[in-house]
């Protein structure tokens, strides 16, 4: 059997090859032909950039994919006051939130999302309650993450705050999947009811995989004066324009340095404390990505395989 | 109860793992805070070493730690850094410099900066004393190891050491 193989050599590794070749040649029967390039050194250093920058790339992408992470799950993030921090219980609280996530799906949303939880309540008939409302705060780290739903029924303003691991919540719906423009909306409360009335058997709104989370830029309007907060100093991106409402000097106050704090702006140092810096969340969410993937891919067949049941005997 | 924010990324500080962000006792409040650490960051870029006192030299160091790892993961080009190194340097040539010297000698995967204790000179103000410096500057280097024999230091005292010794021994 005869072979040729053409190999290009640098200078540095030319004598070990011939070393090589030679003391194998008579082992096998390949024909060796060594081709002299002009400039040796070339082809070597460029395939070496190339795959250290393919390299490079792909560490990046696995990176970003690792942090964006970060929207869906906020949840795996410690508290960032390093006071409180410990690994040991940070691990341990991550094992018992996936070990709840494989019994029950607890689904993507935001604030600003319409959300439907039934849980077990001993108090009511059926001893089962669902309620539907609009999501408006998601706060808290590790197995204390919890969520606000807000609601109008029966003309009163009903709110319930669920642990997102609480074991009496039996299933998580996403009614509507969209994001608003503030982290919070605890101005409803202020705002007419009408922009927190949902029907409470509204049907779920599918979007195609892999489709970006939509923005609702809704603006709401306040109900006149007294609030429960002064919203016109909270800087909100969702509120209508309020000036018209307030009296002078309250709009002189609202305008004051000391409660638009234009110098936090760029504080770095504050910036640093309230997040989880990025080698830490990349330590996080590779430790918690390949379950989180595992338990999808079963949901997903789940979804699709067919329920079938023993035929039986009929007349 | 508390969340981490999610919006911003940081890179993680090199130089300590515990940060308390001090007051800084000030008579303008927060307010005057930030001034002083925007006035001492822009002499750090500028002169490269400076002399502080160590409360406000170990602040400035993190605020230019995280500055310098900001700007470099975002690149000199973007619009983000460009308006943070406008916040934070009160000079123009130094922003010129940040850009065009700075940054690319930082393009390193470490910290950016040095701080020492600095003895105090008796009688006087007895805070305690910092020097802070940037990395790779072209001053001569602040301490000697101690290992080193031929230091001038080390002969210095090895010298007094003796001569002291004989004082003793004379009387």
């Known amino acids: 059997m005869a072979m040729s193989v053409r190999v290009r050599l640098g200078s540095q590794f030319r004598n070990i090859m011939r070393v090589c070749f030679h003391e194998n040649r008579h082992m096998s029967t390949a024909e060796i032909v060594v081709e002299k390039s002009e400039n040796p050194k070339e082809p070597e250093r460029i395939s070496l950039e190339e795959q250290q920058r393919l390299n490079d790339i792909a560490k990046n992408e696995r990176m970003e994919k690792l942090l964006n992470m970060r929207f869906a799950y906020q949840e795996f993030l410690p508290d960032p006051n390093p006071k409180n921090r410990n690994t040991l219980k940070e691990r341990l609280e991550r094992r018992d939130m996936l070990a709840r996530r494989s019994n029950v799906e607890i689904p993507e949303f935001y604030v600003g999302s319409l959300v439907a939880v039934m849980h077990s309540d001993p108090h009511a008939p059926g001893k089962n309650n669902r309620f539907m409302g609009i999501c408006i705060q998601k706060i808290g780290a590790g197995l204390r993450a919890s969520f606000i739903l807000r609601n109008f029924i029966d003309g009163e303003g009903v709110e319930i705050n669920f642990d997102m691991y609480d074991p009496t919540i039996q299933r998580i719906d996403v009614i509507r999947l969209e994001k608003r423009l503030d982290e919070e909306l605890f101005y409803l409360r202020d705002a007419p009811p009408e922009y927190s009335t949902f029907p409470v058997d509204m049907e779920p709104e599918y979007q195609p995989e892999g489709s970006a989370v939509p923005v609702n830029e809704i603006k709401v309007p306040l109900k006149p004066l007294p609030w429960l907060v002064k919203w016109e100093r909270m800087g909100m991106k969702g509120i209508r324009d309020v000036t018209s409402m307030l009296t002078e000097k309250r709009l002189r106050m609202s305008k004051l340095k000391q409660f638009n704090k234009p110098w936090e702006k760029y504080d770095l140092l504050k910036m640093y404390s309230e997040t989880i810096p990025i080698e830490d969340q990349v330590e996080i969410f590779s430790e918690i990505q390949e379950k989180l993937h595992e338990l999808e891919q079963h949901r997903y067949k789940m979804k699709r395989s067919r329920n079938f049941v023993k035929p039986t005997k009929m007349g | ?171």
Request: no cysteine; charged share 25%.
């Open chain 2, 1 to 171: 109860m508390n969340q981490a924010k999610i919006l911003n990324l940081v890179a993680k500080l090199k130089h300590t793992n515990n940060i308390k962000p001090r007051k800084l006792k000030n008579y303008r409040g927060p307010e005057g805070r930030i001034a002083m650490l925007q006035k001492s960051l822009t002499a750090l870029l500028k002169y490269e070493r400076i002399e502080l006192n160590f409360n406000r030299a170990d602040e400035t160091r993190a605020y230019a730690e995280i500055f310098m790892s900001q700007i470099a993961k975002q690149g000199s080009q973007n619009q983000k850094s460009i308006d943070m190194a406008n916040f934070w340097i009160l000079e123009n040539q130094i922003i010129y410099k940040l850009f065009n010297v700075l940054v690319p000698r930082f393009s390193n995967d470490v910290s950016y900066t040095n701080l020492y204790h600095h003895p105090n000179v008796y009688p006087g103000i007895l805070r305690p004393k910092a020097i802070l410096e940037l990395k790779n500057n072209s001053f001569p280097k602040v301490s000697s190891s101690i290992k080193n024999q031929s230091s001038v230091e080390n002969i210095l005292l090895k010298e007094s050491h003796k001569r002291h010794f004989i004082d003793v021994i004379t009387q």
